[in-house]
């Protein structure tokens, strides 16, 4: 039986993990607040006896999951045990798919221990999952993240950019000089992403980097926002010609850049859909979810018009692809604009500030 005083700290302990994500620094202050109230609360049992459960499952595939989901819930109490649940678990993926969960959990209040996690996993992964650590990371130790953020180089800068971006992000609030700083390092970076006309993932991933970078300096009130904007139109690999060159991923970019250019992104999209229309998309296809994700933040009168576009599913399809993305549509219209931001760019396991996880 959870007590009265249990319960209200959970209760805050839920809301400040919500505004964490919207003002890191006031949430890290409101919990050293909670903290001599927490300090008299007894140790959750419903912890432990979880673990004790995840003690007796296997070491590969679904057991390994629920290992690590009781881990990266148990690294708040005890690290160490939590690390032992996940120290032999084997597969292709599992392994290492908590320590950035767990990282990002403790960047706050132990930085290096945060480090530490993400310097065992593989190279890719590591910069991919970077960026919330350091988010998490930055307002309480700025030097610790940005120092991190720059361990990432070469072929993975764009995410290097990311990790920049969201640390000037976290940091608007408590220190804007150092937001504006690190910003400024970000941009300097990103003008240094290569541009590319053949298309491929490195080409998609550098100009959402670049869109994504514009919706950051938009929230953080950047002088040169324009700038961004078009470097990233300059960046996109130029559309293809014929229906077997679209990349299946094609159009990433226009989601963040929605947010902070509609009217330009509703020229693009309104090109792309001329190009290939929406009467001959594929089911079930990245791009076409990310012209109506775009459409939606820009433009709902175009959402309504490319998803009544879409083909008719097929009678007795076990799947109706094109009817779901319809409801998509609808459903990003009920959001508000920020879970809207929230809900295409943490798709498929992806961060941004507010998503619930990342994985």
Not at 134 to 155: D, F, K, Q, W
Not at 200 to 221: C, F, P, R
Not at 270 to 294: F, G, I, Q, W
Not at 301 to 322: F, I, K, M, Q
Request: aromatic share 6%.
């Amino acid at each position: 039986m959870i007590d009265n005083t249990q319960r209200r700290l959970y209760e805050m302990l839920w809301a400040l993990h919500a505004l964490s994500a919207r003002d890191p620094e006031r949430a890290r202050q409101e919990l050293l607040a909670l903290i001599p109230q927490a300090s008299m609360m007894p140790e959750p049992p419903v912890i432990r006896h979880a673990e004790q459960i995840a003690q007796t499952l296997q070491l590969t595939d679904w057991d390994a999951y629920a290992r690590g989901t009781v881990a990266e819930a148990l690294c708040h109490f005890d690290l160490d045990a939590a690390l032992a649940l996940i120290a032999d678990i084997t597969g292709d993926y599992e392994p290492t798919r908590h320590q950035p969960n767990i990282a990002a959990r403790i960047a706050a209040e132990q930085p290096d221990r945060a480090a530490e996690l993400m310097g065992v996993i593989d190279e890719f992964q590591r910069a991919r999952k970077m960026a919330r650590v350091v988010y998490a990371m930055a307002p309480a130790h700025p030097h610790r993240a940005v120092e991190l953020a720059n361990s990432i180089t070469g072929s993975y800068d764009f995410e290097r950019v990311r990790c920049l971006g969201y640390i000037a992000l976290a940091l608007r609030e408590s220190d804007p000089a150092r937001s504006a700083e690190v910003f400024a390092q970000a941009v300097e970076v990103a003008s240094r992403l290569p541009a590319s006309d053949r298309g491929g993932w490195d080409a998609q991933q550098t100009t959402a980097t670049m869109a994504e970078l514009a919706h950051i300096g938009a929230q953080i009130g950047y002088p040169d926002l324009d700038r961004l904007i078009w470097r990233t139109i300059a960046l996109r690999p130029a559309p293809a010609q014929e229906p077997w060159g679209a990349g299946q991923n094609e159009g990433e970019y226009l989601k963040p850049l929605a947010f902070v250019a509609p009217e330009l992104t509703c020229d693009l999209i309104r090109d792309l859909a001329a190009r290939h229309p929406m009467a001959e998309a594929e089911p079930h296809s990245d791009r076409t979810r990310n012209l109506l994700y775009a459409a939606s933040a820009a433009d709902a009168h175009l959402a309504a018009e490319l998803a009544l576009d879409l083909p008719a599913d097929e009678p007795g399809e076990d799947v109706p692809w094109y009817t779901m993305e319809i409801l998509l549509v609808v459903r990003n219209l009920l959001r508000e604009p920020d879970q809207r931001f929230i809900e295409m760019m943490s798709e498929y396991g992806g961060w941004v500030p507010g998503a619930l996880s990342a994985d």
